[in-house]
């Protein structure tokens, strides 16, 4: 690892990796990912030059939503390990240089919770404030016309006290009220206690939609001609409705801000998925520093290939500040792999837009599986597990981006001596991690070779970005001394030279990596590279 430069936060001269842990590695054989799974294959990320891993939810929980719907924050599921693991992969993990965060659901909690246990036992129990209550409206229908972001309305009907509860996700996930000062409390709590224990921090979940407007008022409804024909992982229902009154509210900030401080006291980093796709909307959040410290920009990972948007969506930072995450595919969306077009033209674009995203501030982050090239895993709908597939009949669903890692071509894939909890997803034996270690044109060879150079050149991870080739066919940047291009047409371009001598730092292809660029020089078609100004004179 780089050294860290004393102006700049450690996150920023390192490149993060989602684990989602059910598909990462399973170490017990019962088919589900676990932390001593993750724990022993930390050599492949420290290999790839990953310096941070955000994983997803490790905590008990009915797996209503593979873990986003929290039982005990407080523990360990016990499919995934103990405290103990946990100690020993932030210990492994440390010894390789790489931090650790965890997924702080902060938004619901599960129905299995003991918190909701208590809310949903009478109306008069102290817990019973800790979520959203309201009384039917007056045809025995739900409180107002929210709905679910996996279909059907946000609201449960509880016969026990005979009032609705609030779900902005499934019925298993009741969300909380923020409005009460003691979920605040216990929420203050949970963060010093995984902090203490040697955490690097957190990825906040669904940080844009924990408070809601007062009094909870109806929503606007969208026109059924306005309304998104690709629902990117969220319901038709979700997208009926404006989301005025529950998202982007005030305090949340300032709720953001609380946390902040407690992470700060710890040197650690607070990630936050705000799914707010303006980037002026985000700077709202980010750009005095006063909330979280990062947040990641989810406009690639909605994004097919479409070569105008991306060069308007790489320069989000320009009005964010040099703080956001960079991610395109996650565990909630397709992968970008498959929605560039698939195959080698959807790998070679995928690489193209990690080499433009590899040097913007301040945080790259890769999906498991997005360093193999994966594409979407083929997931039959009587196998799906997905809520948003279980209420959809298959239409959507989030499980083709989550089958099992691809270690070896064989049964279970390397990633479990079991059955594993989703298919295989048809896995070729040129997707596995055994096949492209040792095979110099793999996309795993590549990333290696991106991500090295990104650490050897401080220049691409300090300084300011200055945009040198805005529009398309050619998208480029400097960042020091250091250029980073991209072709992003269908025919080859000049490169920007302007007279001086470049070496190829990196390229995807085309390009020699080494050579020294002068005079002029093309770069072909859907190819990316990095530059660095050579000033050394010709023999
Ligand atoms: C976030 C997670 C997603 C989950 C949802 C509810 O969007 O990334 O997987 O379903 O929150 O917690």
Excluded: C
């Amino acid at each position: 690892m780089a050294a860290t430069s004393p102006h700049l936060p450690w996150w920023n001269d390192r490149v993060g990796y989602q684990v989602y842990l059910p598909s990462f590695a399973d170490a017990d054989g019962d088919g589900w990912g676990d932390l001593a799974g993750l724990t022993a294959r930390l050599d492949h990320l420290a290999g790839l030059g990953v310096g941070l891993l955000w994983l997803s939810p490790i905590h008990p929980s009915p797996m209503a939503d593979h873990g986003y719907d929290v039982a005990d924050y407080l523990d360990v599921h016990p499919r995934l390990g103990t405290l103990a693991d946990v100690d020993r992969l932030v210990a492994a993990a440390e010894a390789r240089d790489i931090k650790v965060l965890l997924d702080l659901v902060p938004n619901h909690t599960s129905i299995a919770h003991p918190w909701f246990a208590r809310a949903r036992r009478d109306r008069e129990d102290p817990y019973r404030d800790y979520y959203h209550w309201r009384d039917p409206a007056p045809d025995g229908g739900p409180p107002n016309n929210w709905t679910s972001v996996f279909g059907g309305p946000a609201w449960t009907f509880d016969e026990t006290t005979g009032q609705y509860y609030l779900h902005l996700f499934a019925p298993e996930q009741p969300d909380l009220n923020w409005d009460n000062p003691a979920v605040a409390e216990e929420f203050d709590a949970i963060l010093r206690f995984w902090l203490e224990r040697g955490l690097a921090g957190f990825r906040i979940d669904v940080a844009h939609r924990i408070i809601k407007a007062p009094g909870l008022p109806d929503q606007p409804v969208v026109p059924p001609e306005l309304r998104p024909t690709d629902h990117s992982g969220r319901s038709a229902d979700h997208h009926a409705i404006e989301h005025i009154h529950d998202e982007d509210q005030p305090g949340l900030k300032e709720l953001h801000g609380r946390w902040r401080r407690i992470a700060d006291d710890y040197d650690a980093l607070l990630l936050g998925e705000i799914y707010l796709l303006e980037p002026a909307t985000l700077a709202r959040y980010l750009a005095d520093q006063r909330g979280l410290h990062l947040a990641f920009f989810f406009g690639l990972v909605e994004a097919r290939w479409q070569p105008e948007a991306l060069a308007t969506m790489l320069r989000a930072g320009e009005v964010t500040g040099p703080h956001l995450a960079w991610v395109q595919s996650s565990h909630d969306r397709s992968r970008a792999v498959t929605r560039y077009g698939g195959g080698a033209t959807g790998r070679r674009r995928a690489l193209l837009v990690a080499t433009l995203t590899a040097a913007l501030p301040a945080l790259p982050v890769l999906y498991q599986g997005e360093e193999l090239g994966l594409d979407d895993g083929e997931v039959p709908v009587e196998a799906m597990q997905d809520p948003l597939a279980l209420r959809s009949g298959g239409a959507l669903s989030r499980d083709p981006a989550r089958t099992p890692m691809p270690w070896r071509d064989e049964p279970g894939l390397g990633f479990t001596s079991g059955q594993p909890w989703l298919p295989e997803g048809g896995r070729r034996r040129g997707d596995t991690v055994e096949a492209q270690e040792t095979d110099p044109a793999s996309p795993l060879a590549a990333h290696r070779r991106l991500l090295a150079t990104r650490a050897s050149l401080a220049d691409l991870r300090h300084g300011e970005v200055r945009w040198v080739g805005e529009a398309p066919p050619l998208l480029a940047y400097d960042r020091g001394q250091a250029r980073v291009v991209a072709n992003v047409g269908s025919s080859p371009v000049a490169l920007p030279l302007e007279g001086s001598a470049w070496r190829v730092a990196f390229a995807t292809g085309g390009l020699a990596e080494g050579a020294r660029l002068e005079g002029g020089a093309e770069l072909a078609s859907e190819q990316a590279a990095i530059l660095v100004r050579d000033e050394a004179q010709t023999p």
